[in-house]
Nanobody
Framework: QVQLVESGGGLVQAGGSLRLSCAAS????????MGWFRQAPGKEREFVAH???????YYADSFKGRFTISRDNDKNTVYLRMNNMKPEDTAVYYC???????????????????WGQGTQVTVSS
């Protein structure tokens, strides 16, 4: 079993930056692939980015250039740096992990084994 705990959310002004963290505990050896999703009120959960154990990355098109995903395998932690934030970035951000790497760009929600509880990010205009 793997537990994922997100942190770093909060209130930020438009144009500002935040860095989210997601710490994995438990059987962290199975976190071959880790990712970030987000869910805005009234909307479906959407994919943001994912990163392999060897730091291969893939982003949804709408986040390229503004968001950066990274990981520290020694700390079993994945990060999401968000720059030039916009009010439409307001959402609950979720960390996810899966034990099998399916390929960069395969981000189907059903393939992720573990999810964090989410952290709220609010961007004011």
């Amino acid at each position: 079993q793997v537990q994922l705990v997100e942190s770093g959310g909060g209130l930020v002004q438009a144009g500002g930056s935040l860095r989210l963290s997601c710490a994995a505990s438990g059987r962290t050896g199975v976190t071959a692939d880790m990712g970030w999703f987000r869910q805005a009120p009234g909307k479906e959960r959407e994919f943001v980015a994912h990163i392999t154990r060897s730091s291969g990355t893939y982003y949804a098109d709408s986040f390229k250039g503004r968001f950066t995903i990274s990981r520290d395998n020694d700390k079993n932690t994945v990060y999401l740096r968000m720059n030039n934030m916009k009010p439409e970035d307001t959402a609950v951000y979720y960390c996810a992990a899966r034990s099998v790497f399916l390929g960069l760009g395969d981000y189907r929600k059903s393939t992720w084994d573990y999810w964090g509880q989410g952290t709220q990010v609010t961007v004011s205009s």
